[in-house]
T-cell receptor
Framework: GDSVTQMEGPVTLSEEAFLTINCTYT??????LFWYVQYPGEGLQLLLK?????DKGSNKGFEATYRKETTSFHLEKGSVQVSDSAVYFC????????????FGAGTRLFVKA | NAGVTQTPKFQVLKTGQSMTLQCAQD?????MSWYRQDPGMGLRLIHY???????DQGEVPNGYNVSRSTTEDFPLRLLSAAPSQTSVYFC?????????????FGSGTRLTVV
């Protein structure tokens, strides 16, 4: 079945460093891909999405490009802030509207001042 | 504020007890889902619904029941709580109307079974 694999954490960076969190997926069809973020004590929030190959999702300085040839959707940010400290989840769905989503295990990011 | 509301936020149960986790959304979303979150395992789908009166099982449905009598509400019932059901439970809704994708999540219910 479909699955998502993302890099294990925690990832610890200094403020203004470049961030990459790797994510690869396995799917039989052409899923939509997502990154969600979870701040301490809260539910998940949709960070960005891409619905077809070569689409680039972006939000709040974060970007990810849907690479069908490498089945990847890596999350990047050019300059992280302390406020970006959170757990990041890569996810996929082959359903309309993105329900029945499959999530990766999550990557915890710590950003030091 | 529009969104997904979950109650209670915290709950402690004794083994064998039953309870219902409440979930309501006011965005008229057709899709609703329940997930559990366990350390190192991401989120796993318990049950989902594609509309009022229609529900189906996800990856880990055993020990849980759901119903969807209205578009707004999607309660999750634990039939006989077990320590393995200690987890954080999230309800989420989504829609494909206007080409929107992705879930809106509630803030979660932290359940401990002793």
């Amino acid at each position: 079945g479909d699955s998502v694999t993302q890099m294990e954490g925690p990832v610890t960076l200094s403020e203004e460093a470049f961030l990459t969190i790797n994510c690869t997926y396995t799917a039989t069809g052409y899923p939509s891909l997502f990154w969600y973020v979870q701040y301490p004590g809260e539910g998940l929030q949709l960070l960005l999405k891409a619905t077809k190959a070569d689409d680039k999702g972006s939000n709040k300085g974060f970007e990810a490009t849907y690479r069908k040839e490498t089945t990847s959707f890596h999350l990047e940010k050019g300059s992280v802030q302390v406020s970006d400290s959170a757990v990041y989840f890569c996810a996929l769905s082959d359903q309309p509207g993105g329900f029945k989503t499959i999530f990766g295990a999550g990557t915890r990011l710590f950003v030091k001042a | 504020n529009a969104g997904v509301t979950q109650t209670p936020k915290f709950q402690v149960l004794k083994t064998g007890q039953s309870m219902t986790l409440q979930c309501a959304q006011d965005m008229n979303h057709e899709y609703m889902s329940w997930y559990r979150q366990d350390p190192g395992m991401g989120l796993r789908l318990i049950h989902y619904s594609v509309g009022a009166g229609i529900t189906d099982q996800g990856e880990v449905p055993n020990g849980y029941n759901v119903s969807r009598s209205t578009t707004e509400d999607f309660p999750l019932r634990l039939l006989s709580a077990a320590p393995s059901q200690t987890s954080v439970y999230f309800c989420a809704s989504s829609t494909q109307i206007q080409g929107r994708y992705g879930y809106t999540f509630g803030s979660g219910t932290r359940l401990t079974v002793v």
